[in-house]
């Protein structure tokens, strides 16, 4: 005879078998001989929408009406006949989903008391879109995972390979068979797993989502470059069973980003060494330049009455060209300050500066009536050091190309813009420029007129340029003959191209 279970086992096995039927992912009760609900789980009262204790004592009718209508012509079946009903299927409305049909598949089996009496029903209730939208989804992840291009792998929380797909054995070259079941570290090698791999997968085994980049040795390709993203696969209790790992080939794109990684940093060198050849070149010319201008001028000053008009017609051709190449030099040793030097930002009063930079250029000019139209508080952020040498240039660049006017008027403003912010402008009704002059005029050296017609050293649209491109903006003209200028800057980077429409140009 068999030991008989004492009282208090037989008490912990009910206790651990309640827990189970309370716990159970799928819904779990039981009706009496009157269809009220006697025991419910978890599962199922949170389907319904209702709390367990809302459920005991009330008929499923009272509960659910709509799937009474369905399902109480079986469940009476079940209690007259006493035979089990399987594979049923309804579909209705509940609390805690109204206006959504659902389906539901469920099993009904009667419950017999000690001498055989059917006393009630026991019912099994899964939900059927949740189980088809699951099965659905992965027959669309295990197309897609055939299809890809990219590596794709399950791999279990031991680390081996529980799926994969025909990419990933192509670049392994391997069967399915010679991977599936084998662990990461006999596929790939031990000290790529423990070194590079394992550190990854337990993190997501945590129910991290993991993303990194390396470079690797594919046994079919060679050295490549990949990104990889690990996601954590979720059961419905919340554990991790598992990791799907996506493997991308990215070595094309990051070759592109190294070689352009080494054209920016060559470029940049070749830079440096140009701002250093044009301050070093500005410094040491000035000298020489010094000795030929004042030579000059003390040679036509000795010999005073002596020199014919030819003679001295060319020493003042001397000072001129001395006076000119100074003016470049300076203006070279500015162009190469403005690259160079930590940028400090801080608002600037732009109207307060553009005032001031044509009362200097009126003072050295009295002769010239030139109107400056700018109002008050016009403010950028910026380098105010440098704001004010490109302010400077454009200002100057106006008064110059004003000079033949009558009426000579110079403008500053400000435009509000919806996704570039505000775009200064400087606009002149000087002599204007070809339209397609747009392209060369922010060059350094190209100008579109004679020293002899406007005096200038072709650099100061090139100084501001950089000045705009250091504060990352952009500048852009427009201009036609006779009918002035205008040149717009931004001081932030833009959210749109334009060109000399009124479009950011990508070469200026």
């Not at 189970?20 to 389907?47: F, H, K, S, T």
């Not at 392994?172 to 423990?194: C, M, N, S, W, Y």
């Not at 203006?331 to 001031?356: H, I, K, P, Q, W």
């Amino acid at each position: 005879m068999g030991k008989r279970r004492s009282p208090e086992v037989l008490e912990l096995q009910a206790d651990d078998a309640l827990n189970v039927y309370r716990d159970a992912p799928i819904g779990l009760c039981y009706l009496d001989l009157e269809l009220r609900y006697v025991q419910i789980n978890a599962w199922l009262a949170a389907v319904n929408g209702l709390t367990i204790s809302e459920h005991l004592g009330r008929t499923i009718g009272e509960v659910l009406p709509d799937v009474a209508q369905g399902v109480e012509k079986q469940l009476r079946q079940v209690i007259a006949s006493g035979e089990a009903i399987e594979g049923g299927t309804v579909q209705a409305e509940t609390p805690a989903h109204p206006g959504v049909v659902r389906t539901f598949e469920h099993n009904f089996y009667p419950v017999r008391s000690s001498d055989g009496t059917v006393v009630g029903v026991s019912c099994t209730v899964q939900d059927v879109a949740e189980r088809e939208s699951a099965k659905e989804a992965f027959r669309w992840y295990r197309s897609m995972a055939t299809a890809s291009r990219d590596l794709m792998v399950f791999v279990d929380p031991t680390y081996r390979y529980r799926a994969v797909n025909q990419a990933y054995c192509d670049e392994q070259r391997r069967t399915p068979e010679e991977i599936l079941g084998h662990t990461v570290a006999d596929v790939l090698g031990k000290e790529t797993f423990e070194g590079m791999l394992k550190p990854h997968l337990d993190r997501c085994l945590e129910g991290e989502h993991v993303s990194f980049d390396f470079w690797w040795t594919s046994p079919s390709r060679g050295r490549r470059h990949v990104e990889a993203r690990y996601d954590p696969f979720f059961e419905a209790d919340g554990s991790v069973s598992g990791v799907a790992v996506n493997v991308r080939d990215t070595t094309a794109r990051k070759q592109i980003e190294e070689q352009h990684e080494r054209s920016l940093a060559a470029l940049e060198a070749a830079n440096k060494e140009l701002e250093l050849f044009s301050a070093s070149l500005a410094h040491d010319m000035r000298n020489p330049l010094l000795i030929v201008t004042n030579f000059s001028a003390h040679l036509e000053e000795e010999l005073g009455d002596s020199l014919d008009e030819q003679l001295k017609d060319d020493l003042q051709r001397i000072r001129g060209a001395g006076r000119h190449m100074m003016h470049i030099l300076e203006d070279l040793r500015d162009l190469a300050d403005v690259s160079r030097g930590e940028l400090t930002r801080e608002e600037v009063d732009l109207s307060s500066l553009a005032r001031e930079i044509v009362d200097d250029l009126s003072a050295l000019v009295p002769d010239r009536d030139v109107t400056l139209e700018a109002e008050p508080g016009i403010t950028a952020v910026g380098d105010q050091t440098l704001l004010r040498i490109l302010l400077s240039n454009l200002l100057q660049n106006a008064w110059k190309y004003t000079r033949p006017s009558d009426d000579a008027r110079i403008e500053l403003g400000v435009e509000e813009h919806e996704s570039d912010g505000p775009i200064y402008y400087v606009r002149d009704n000087g002599i204007g420029f070809e339209p397609a002059a747009r392209e060369i005029i922010f060059r350094a050296f190209e100008r579109l007129h004679t020293q002899g017609e406007f005096p200038g050293s072709g650099l100061g649209l090139a100084t501001v340029e950089r000045i705009v491109r250091r504060h990352g903006g952009r500048v852009w003209a427009e201009g036609a003959p006779g009918k002035g200028a205008i040149f717009r800057f931004t001081l932030t980077p833009p959210a749109t191209d334009r060109r000399g429409d009124g479009r950011h140009r990508d070469d200026v």
